[in-house]
Nanobody, 120 residues
């Protein structure tokens, strides 16, 4: 069984910074793709940043220059460093990964979400 667990969400003032972490655990053979999504109240879930293939990253236009995705493959963890936060960044942030298990099964997995609230 595979689990993704996020941490690091908090209430922060506009202009502040936060670092989100995602830890993957379970019967994992490989992680093919890892990323961060967010969902604000009344809006659809949207991609924030992801490793698309190898070391290639993709960041949403709305966060470019402010957010950075990084990872530690050995620990099966990835991170989202968020700086210059704005009230419109307020959302539940989810980590996501495409994982192949030790039994050779591919799956798309989500964490439970962590709340980020940015006050003006």
């Amino acid at each position: 069984q595979v689990q993704l667990v996020e941490s690091g969400g908090d209430l922060v003032q506009a202009g502040g910074s936060l670092r989100l972490s995602c830890a993957a655990s379970g019967s994992i053979l490989s992680i093919d793709r890892m990323g961060w999504y967010r969902q604000a109240p009344g809006k659809q879930r949207e991609l924030v940043a992801a490793f698309t293939s190898g070391a290639t990253t993709n960041h949403a236009d709305s966060v470019k220059g402010r957010f950075t995705i990084s990872r530690d493959n050995a620990k099966k963890m990835w991170y989202l460093q968020m700086t210059s936060l704005k009230p419109e960044d307020t959302a539940v942030y989810y980590c996501n990964a495409e994982i192949i298990t030790n039994r050779g099964r591919w799956g798309n997995y989500w964490g439970q979400g962590t709340q980020v609230t940015v006050s003006s």
